[in-house]
């Protein structure tokens, strides 16, 4: 087939987009940004279509080597069609791509291509189901597990599988959709697809396609609904939708974290929070309208980007010049919703940075918050200890940035 030129990225940064697999040499990882669940080379779902882009990964690769699938031909066997830019997946098998060397740009700079392959499953629709997992969740868990995230996790901080969704009246959440394997419960790659809710009582919700495996419902008081996922010319039902008045919240928790930097684990800065919200019952709340501030060093950024619930919120110190800032830091964030109120201290000691004098603070940072002074030689005192000068999380930053740093260095870490 044709090969679309390469992306010149960062592996950590594409597996943080979870977009790609290696091939079996490790020279190359193929990625397709439309494939939900690609990461790990499937399996796929039959009647899924493919369009890859290759980016090189050999650690030898020389610098200058141009376009890497250059330096290959492919060949493919078993259940696809190839018409020269996309694969489709058109029945269950096992699809056999070898890929050959061949004369390059990088090889006459004395890189040495070996023969590499992929083995790509395909499952029938029938083996398969469709869930909605917590992915900023899953994120945390596994960093924490490899020392990757510094914070508390609750035990039920979790949608349990199997209940409805309780989204709050009239708000817009993000839901996560994916595929696995009945049997085995693997995640099944897949593209396209469509969402329709099916009427349960009440008004049915609005649905739309945020994202590829990002569904936004808006449901409305008195909804209640299924929704169903279509894929590979086969339906999924993939959730239940149950909206709730935002007076049914009585408890409000904020969960935060932390990220470790790597080269020195003594220093640390804020990374993201979760304010959860609980009904009376202890039920767990989605999409509620939480409003969040801090003071007196202005951390809290909320984000729409990938369909982000106003209850979390990513850190980011984004007022002040980094290079002049050292020591322990103090801040205080609150969540506030409706008459409920959580507060939560932080304290950290960020790691030195060199000047980039392409340094800009966030629009959303106001006059109070903006530090540009070098204060290597004042720590931040407490937050208590100063006027509050914090303000409301009004701005924006990329959420899909922010878990590209955690999912980076997760990746680091499972490489090195």
């Given at each position: 087939m044709q090969h679309p030129s390469p992306v010149f990225l960062p592996l950590a940064l594409l597996a943080a987009c979870n977009s790609g697999f290696e091939t079996q040499q490790g020279q190359m990882l193929v990625s397709d940004a439309d494939v939900v669940g690609i990461e790990g080379g499937g399996p796929f779902l039959a009647q899924t279509q493919l369009c890859p882009s290759f980016t090189s990964i050999a650690d030898d690769f020389p610098e200058g080597g141009g376009d890497i699938t250059a330096c290959f031909t492919d060949s493919l066997t078993g259940p696809v069609v190839?018409?020269?830019?996309?694969?489709?997946?058109?029945?269950?098998?096992?699809?056999?791509?070898?890929?050959?060397?061949?004369?390059?740009?990088?090889?006459?700079?004395?890189?040495?291509?070996?023969?590499?392959h992929v083995t790509l499953d395909v499952v029938a629709a029938a083996d398969v189901e469709a869930y909605t997992p917590m992915i900023y969740e899953d994120y945390a868990e596994r960093a924490q597990e490899e020392g990757g995230l510094v914070g508390e996790i609750p035990g039920d901080w979790r949608h349990v599988e199997g209940e409805p969704w309780r989204i709050v009246a009239g708000e817009t959440y993000?839901?996560?959709?994916?595929?696995?394997?009945?049997?085995?419960?693997?995640?099944?790659?897949?593209?396209?697809?469509?969402?329709?809710?099916?009427?349960?009582?009440g008004a049915l919700p609005n649905v739309a396609v945020r994202a590829p495996?990002?569904?936004e419902v808006t449901p409305w008081l008195g909804t209640r609904a299924g929704l169903t996922l279509f894929a590979g010319g086969a339906s999924f039902p993939l959730a239940e939708v149950l909206s709730v008045p935002v007076s049914a919240a009585a408890s409000l928790e904020i969960v935060?974290?932390?990220?470790?930097?790597?080269?020195?684990?003594?220093?640390?800065?804020?990374?993201?929070?979760?304010?959860?919200?609980?009904?009376?019952?202890?039920?767990?709340?989605?999409?509620?309208?939480?409003?969040w501030e801090s003071?007196?060093?202005?951390?809290?950024?909320?984000?729409?980007?990938?369909?982000?619930?106003?209850?979390?919120?990513?850190?980011?110190?984004?007022?002040?010049d980094p290079s002049t800032v050292s020591g322990p830091q103090a801040t205080t964030i609150t969540a506030t919703l409706g008459d409920l109120r959580a507060e939560l201290d932080l304290t950290w000691t960020p790691p030195?940075?060199?000047?980039?004098?392409?340094?800009?603070?966030?629009?959303?940072?106001?006059?109070?918050?903006?530090?540009?002074?070098?204060e290597q030689a004042a720590p931040i005192p407490p937050a208590h200890a100063r006027a509050a000068a914090g303000c409301s999380s009004t701005g924006t930053a990329p959420t899909g940035a922010a878990v590209l740093v955690l999912a980076a260095l997760l990746a680091r870490r499972r490489r090195s």
């Open positions: 190839d018409d020269g830019q996309c694969l489709t997946f058109t029945e269950p098998g096992a699809v056999e791509w070898t890929f050959t060397p061949t004369s390059c740009q990088a090889q006459d700079l004395g890189w040495v291509a070996v023969e590499d993000a839901l996560n959709a994916r595929l696995r394997t009945r049997e085995t419960g693997e995640e099944v790659a897949w593209s396209g697809g469509s969402y329709t809710p099916g009427w349960q009582a495996g990002v569904v935060h974290f932390y990220l470790p930097a790597r080269e020195a684990p003594s220093f640390t800065i804020p990374y993201a929070a979760r304010a959860v919200v609980r009904d009376g019952d202890g039920n767990l709340l989605f999409g509620a309208p939480v409003v003071g007196p060093i202005d951390v809290t950024t909320t984000t729409d980007a990938y369909g982000t619930a106003q209850e979390y919120a990513f850190l980011y110190d984004a007022c002040r030195l940075t060199e000047p980039d004098p392409e340094w800009e603070p966030s629009p959303s940072c106001t006059a109070e918050t903006v530090v540009v002074e070098n």
